[in-house]
């Protein structure tokens, strides 16, 4: 009993000093609003930033005056797909979750709702519910990288709010997703 409180304790003390160390990450690839189908697309111009900087200057526009419409902004990026009847957010979309979740934090008026999809795969109930988890997944990401709870809301359309509605593997990746969509859009 006391050899697992003490190994308890010290995998505590370990996980705290651990917790404040920042760990270099390797940079990740460009984030770009595009079906998972149409990955054979030639990639996005350079902007001449690294992702960490594009991250970092998240709330920063050009002379559009407002970043979310930018382009060239990461934040006009608004889809988050997700792989087959899953709800984890892949890491090829986590640079996009933390720059929304930095602009929340740079911009406290600002408001959010995240619309969860699915395919049309699997019942209505399962879908609505897959949906909502899809839509939770992104709103916990967004929370863990310092948004405020306050600012997202979260909202399924399970297989109602389909982009493609042919019956392919395309279409079925193109729908299957977490859509950020910022309040007076």
């Given amino acids: 009993m006391n050899k697992s409180l003490i190994g308890v304790i010290a995998l505590a003390v370990f996980l705290t000093a651990c917790a404040g160390k920042k760990v270099k990450e390797e940079p990740a690839a460009a984030v770009e609003e595009k079906s998972p ?6 990639p996005a ?6 992702e960490s900087a594009s991250t970092a200057s998240a709330g920063a526009s050009d002379a559009s005056g407002n970043p979310l419409t930018d ?25 996009l979750v933390e720059a929304h979740a930095k602009y929340l934090q740079q911009n406290s008026n600002a408001r959010l709702m995240i619309q969860g999809n699915a395919d049309e795969r699997g019942s209505r109930e399962y879908n609505l519910s897959l949906g909502q988890r899809r839509a939770a997944a992104v709103k ?4 863990v990288y ?35 969509v910022y309040s007076g859009e």
Avoid: H, W
Wanted: charged letters at 30%; proline letters at 4%; one cysteine or more.
């Fill in 140 to 143: 916990n990401a967004m929370n």
């Fill in 71 to 95: 382009p060239n902004n990461i934040l006009s990026k608004r889809s988050i797909y997700f792989d087959y009847d899953k709800d984890e957010v892949k890491a090829e979309f986590r640079p």
């Fill in 45 to 50: 111009p350079a902007t001449g930033m690294d």
């Fill in 146 to 180: 310092g948004a405020s709870d306050n600012q997202i809301e979260t909202v399924s359309y399970g297989e109602e709010k389909q982009r493609c509605a042919e019956a392919t593997e395309a279409c079925y990746a193109e729908n299957r997703r977490a859509d950020i």
């Fill in 37 to 42: 189908a149409a990955q054979v697309q030639a």
